[in-house]
């Protein structure tokens, strides 16, 4: 009955974080490619946005399925 409640490690919690701002910003990408603002940069074609929150949310789901079992006490 006397048992301490093990927590996570932080890297779990970094890659919900990552998870859910590269949505965010996937999201904000395709609003991007529907609706252009006209002052685009050099690379605005390349859409940098829709690839950052891609490797925000691999980096995430990476972070998240290595640390789901870990437990600290």
Do not use: Q
């Amino acid at each position: 009955m006397n048992e301490t409640k093990k927590m996570r490690p932080i890297w779990y919690f970094v890659g919900w974080v990552l998870l859910l701002c590269g949505i965010l910003v996937v999201m904000a990408g395709v609003y991007g490619l529907f609706a252009p603002v006209p002052n685009e940069s050099v690379v605005g074609y390349l859409h940098p946005d829709l690839w950052w929150g891609a490797i925000m949310i691999f980096v995430g789901l990476i972070y998240i399925l290595t640390n789901r079992k870990v437990r600290i006490e």
